[in-house]
């Protein structure tokens, strides 16, 4: 606005719609449009049912019907170029829209990122990680030192208590082949009873059966 506006007052400038206003109009001049292009097809239909009719009787009328029929046809055309228009700058703006709105999200993110690393320095982390990478080697060392032997020095020889296990393992051998590993006070006992015979013992009731018939032969020799 001039200098000379803005001291008389002149008129002040209108804003213009936001972004959704303006797809809530599109979409409901494309409502209107499709509702007026359903309106003119019926009416093509109707005059070409009056054509139909009145192209035996009244050939004037026909004609006329067909007349309108071609207005009503043209309007039907150039409505379907409007609403293609009309669609296509509905869905760009859509689009900007969730364009807009990604790349918002995609700042504020990235300022939070800025937010969230504004104190700290990339040198000092450099530098913390060092310190635990040190301290980590500390702490192992410490534990190797504390797990080794210290009171108890391993100062054994290890390849003379080898040679002393072998001469020990060959007094074993030894006493194997001779046969006196074994204890003699281990050895089972002799069994005292009699030895059984390969003649099986006769069953008690052979026995009473074999008591039975010398009882009888006893009485009869009386």
Request: glycine share 4%; aromatic share 4%; proline share 3%.
């Amino acid at each position: 606005m001039s200098f000379l506006g803005k001291l008389f007052g002149g008129k002040k400038e209108e804003k213009g719609p936001t972004t959704h206003e303006a797809i809530q109009k599109l979409r409901e001049t494309e409502e209107l449009l499709i509702k007026k292009s359903e309106f003119l097809e019926k009416k093509v239909e109707t005059e070409i049912q009056i054509a139909r009719k009145n192209g035996s009787k009244n050939k004037r009328a026909a004609i006329a019907a067909l007349k309108r029929k071609k207005r009503y046809e043209k309007q039907l055309t150039q409505i379907d170029g409007t609403l293609t228009q009309i669609e296509a700058q509905r869905e760009a703006l859509e689009g900007a829209t969730t364009n807009a709105q990604v790349l918002n999200t995609m700042k504020d993110a990235a300022n939070a990122m800025k937010l969230a690393h504004k104190d700290i320095d990339v040198d000092k982390v450099h530098d913390i990680m060092d310190d635990i990478a040190e301290q980590h080697d500390i702490s192992r060392e410490i534990t190797e030192a504390i797990s080794q032997n210290v009171a108890f020095p391993n100062d054994v020889d290890e390849d003379e208590l080898e040679r002393e296990l072998e001469e020990l393992e060959q007094e074993e051998l030894d006493k194997e082949m001779m046969g006196i590993n074994v204890p003699s006070d281990n050895l089972p006992d002799v069994p005292t009873s009699e030895l059984a015979t390969d003649k099986p013992k006769p069953s008690k009731s052979k026995e009473s059966e074999d008591d039975k018939e010398f009882a009888m032969l006893q009485s009869w020799a009386t």
